[in-house]
Structures are given as structure tokens and as C-alpha cells.
């Protein structure tokens, strides 16, 4: 969940539409599309608005 959130996704729609996709078989095999960044790239509408990441800098990426 605290990727998720990172991610700016919405953990508990995250979870819902997680859980739904290995109901409905999803295979093991692709797995590495369940994680909250592909998810999100799938499906945009879950994202979290209040939570989203802000756009990063160059003068922050100096920083780092």
C-alpha cells in the first residue's frame, strides 16, 4: 500500500482492482503488471489526486 501511495494511486482502489484481475484469472506469469506504476499507467482513474507525486526539477534533481 505505501508503493501505492508513493505511486499516487489510490491504495484502497488499487487493492479492489488488484484483487478483481486475480479473480478473474490473471496469470502468474505477468505478475509484473500488478504493480501500482503499470497499474497506473493501465488505468489512470486511479489515481489520487490529493496524493499524486509533484513533478520534479532540475534544480531538485541537483539537490539529490
Known amino acids: 500500500m505505501q508503493t501505492a501511495l508513493a505511486h499516487g494511486v489510490n491504495p484502497r482502489a ?15 506469469t505477468r505478475l ?3 504493480r501500482p506504476d ?4 493501465a488505468q489512470p482513474e486511479l489515481a489520487d489526486p490529493l496524493r499524486a ?3 520534479r526539477t ?3 534533481d541537483l539537490a539529490a
Open 58 to 60: 532540475a534544480a531538485l
Open 32 to 34: 509484473d503488471e500488478l
Open 38 to 41: 503499470a497499474t497506473l499507467r
Open 14 to 28: 488499487y487493492l479492489h482492482a488488484i484483487v478483481a484481475k486475480l479473480i478473474e484469472g490473471h496469470p502468474h
Open 53 to 55: 507525486k509533484a513533478p
